[in-house]
């Protein structure tokens, strides 16, 4: 008799995105035919660019004439594409071996799936953090059960990240094994600076524990002196993973393509350098065939100079709109951070933030994502995405800025 | 201080096809300029057909517009496509609602997670079988060591598969928890019969065990009197997850795309109907982020009248491969099984897969599969697979049949 895994039964309520799509969905069937605007998911929404999409055209028409056909090609992603990531971290000074870049399906599968080549251990997360952190280390069984007056799980470590530390938080007290960032946050929309990057290096090293650093946002940090690879930081290929993505930057949210970085100089306990690179070799080669070849293509061409002058037009444009955002929530008189690309705001009085989702839904007709959604400190917090049509961006900015109740 | 997922540590070997490109990278170092015939891995060879490549240009077509670009759909898959599978099962009888259709990016990586929503139990598996069965349930620490004298993992239950029971296994002496079934079968190539599979289902429902049913190769099924699909037994629905794949029928090993269904009716131990289903959902939604919308275009194309009529060609074609190579082995005076779509054959006289393996090299650089890999009782046999262009296979045949010193 066979039963589940009970570390199911410790989440607390389903997965956050789909849960808000559920209660969107009951307020259309209250409300039919509302026009709802949509800050909530970071859902891109501008078409993706003309090089990309001749790559993409490529990928397929290969796919069509037997003398350039292609099926199966390495877990590990084509060789073309690992050589293209290689280069454009060689522009910035860092130096990788392609067999350290593992292509993907996209960065929330690697940092669903990163933790599983660990042994048992503390995990620490920035609090808030995006929530596949922390769930699937529930689900792995690394955790105690949900505390409802905490809103915390047993044995996670939070790190609060809140106004008093600029929303990057100190490194933990306690021994911390696996330590997940996120930089640029979601969904803070902050950015670290190098030196806050090696006091989480540091102690790293000091403690032989991981980091686990997803930079899916990197293309939105303006500012050329701050970093956008943890690698900037030279001792984190000692101690750090590095997951990225094309979704956010290039707009392939829907195409699903990604890559991680394992450094061979990366040691945990009792291993040689090279075996936790070799681990999580053997778990994409077991588990996973490979990103689809069409992504692909269109990988390789979003890296050439064409496609990266191009996509920064689009990154360009979404910071535009948080910029709209921003103004539009500071004109109410409310606190608002961050901008790459998140807009994080104070509730109005602090109240609780599923609280203020109902009424920016009720009253504004617009769906962002509650801050306790990411975590108990972003609790009086909300945020709001710049994913979207600039008009639509707009409406919605106008719609808080006029409807909303203070 | 972290360490490693020491399950990793049990596995024998690397994953079984990279492993073999390695050696056969090492004969082609020692022989440079050799043409090695591909008989190995079941790549296709043959490009997609036209419905599907409109289909796929139809994707990238729909991400260059503003007004038909989308981003993140559904994790679960497009609604058009999850019906487009529910219809497909709905012709041959079988009513499934779409929420208990989940679309993936291939038969591969949702046969290893699927492990993951279960707790503790006995795995049973065919021996041989696909070695994602087993290599994902020793990762995920539901085994014991390795034995190098079995060649079996402790604590997996080894369900012999050959000549004498026409490799389709006897139900199990032991309590089994969760049963990996493959039909037709990889690596043997042969077809199970409704009774059959049904001695399974009341095997599983009398000991309220799971049955894992990897259905990927069912197109190569001809006889229309064997079942495509273990809900072709009614029970089944009760006991058994089915998983399936566009990869080999229609030539998308490249593309990525695949679905399972999780039937509501599937009760495990202290459940309630639905929660095994909600279990997966959780799974998908937390770990995964959807196939690629191209992809998906390109699988409802597929599923489409011509889509279905056109694919037909392609599978014949690889059914026609496999005679072929049937033909060539028997003229040698050595037993070969199988066809939908592998061929299953008998090494000459007994000699170990690994060294047969060496000498098909080394004298007809062909290379196959040896069947050890696939399990203990694969020793003494040998996989070939159809898959590739006509004149190769007829190239690999002759090499094998002029040049094999028997």
Redesign the interface.
Known sequence: ??????D?DK?EG??L??EIGRIVGKFLERNPGTNVLKLG?G??????T?AV?EG??RG?KN????KT?????D?QGEKRLREAIANNYNHRGIELDVSEIFVS??A??DS??IQ??????NIAVQDPSYP?YV??NV?AGRTGKFNKVTSQYEDIIYMPCNVENNFFPDVPEE?A??IYLCNPNNPTGTVATKNQLKTFVDYAIE????IIYDAAYQAFITDPKLPRSIYEVPEAKDCAIEINSF?KSH?F????LGWSVVPKDLV????EPG??NS?WN??Q???????????QEGGIAALSEKGLKESQGLVNYYLRNGEIIKEGVESLGLKAYGGAPYIWMETPDKMPSWEFFDKLLEESYVVGTPGAGFGPSGEGFFRLSP?G?REDIEKAVESIVYNLKL
């Open positions: 008799m066979v039963g589940i895994n009970e199911y989440l389903g997965y995105f789909p998911i859902n891109t929404s501008e078409p993706l003309p999409i993409l055209e397929v796919l069509a004439d037997v056909y292609r099926g199966y090609g877990e399906d996209g929330k599968p669903a799936n599983s080549i660990f042994g048992a251990g596949v769930d699937t689900i021994k094994d696996l403690n032989e524990a991981v979704s707009g949210t829907g195409v699903r945990v306990e009792n291993t075996k936790v681990l053997r778990r080669t077991t588990f996973f065939n490979g990103a689809s070849n069409i992504a994913h049509h």
